[in-house]
C-alpha cells in the first residue's frame, strides 16, 4: 500500500506554474515534516523542500528558493508545492515523503532523504523551453 499519493503533475512551459498536492492514501496517521525530493533521468533523487508539522518552518533548496513555496493544511493531512518561474531543469518525478515517526513530530524541516519513511509514487512534471 502506498502511504501517500501526489497529484497536479504534468507539461508546462518554461516560465508557466503547476501547484502539486500530496494527501494519505487511505491510512490515517500524523505526518510530522514534510518534504517534496525529485528524480531526473540519471540522477540521484534529491530535496527540493521540507515544512515542519505546524507550518511554521520550512526548508528549499538553493535551486527552488524564491520559486517554489511548501506549504500544508494538517486538518486535511496534505502537503503542496506551489512552483513558479519553472524551469526546464526543473523537470523531473516529484515526489511527496512524511517523516511518521511520532517521537520526531515536532522536529524541524529536513532535507535527508533518510528521515523520511513514507513516500508516494511520485508525479511527472516536464518543463519545456
Known amino acids: 500500500q502506498v502511504p501517500l499519493v501526489e497529484s497536479g503533475g504534468g507539461l508546462v512551459q518554461a516560465g508557466g506554474s503547476l501547484r502539486l498536492s500530496c494527501a494519505p492514501s487511505?491510512?490515517?496517521?500524523?505526518?510530522?515534516?514534510m518534504g517534496w525530493f525529485r528524480q531526473a533521468p540519471g540522477k540521484e533523487r534529491e530535496f527540493v523542500a521540507s515544512?515542519?508539522?505546524?507550518?511554521?518552518?520550512?526548508y528549499y533548496a538553493d535551486s527552488v528558493k524564491g520559486r517554489f513555496t511548501i506549504s500544508r493544511d494538517n486538518a486535511k493531512n496534505t502537503v503542496s508545492l506551489q512552483m513558479n518561474s519553472l524551469k526546464p531543469e526543473d523537470t523531473a518525478v516529484y515526489y511527496c515523503?512524511?517523516?511518521?515517526?511520532?517521537?520526531?513530530?515536532?522536529?524541524?524541516?529536513?532535507?535527508?532523504?533518510?528521515?523520511?519513511?513514507?513516500w508516494g509514487q511520485g508525479t511527472q512534471v516536464t518543463v519545456s523551453s
Open positions: 515523503a512524511a517523516d511518521s515517526r511520532k517521537e520526531f513530530l515536532y522536529s524541524a524541516p529536513a532535507s535527508d532523504i533518510g528521515v523520511y519513511d513514507y
Open positions: 487511505g491510512r490515517t496517521f500524523t505526518g510530522g515534516r
Open positions: 515544512i515542519n508539522w505546524r507550518g511554521d518552518r520550512t
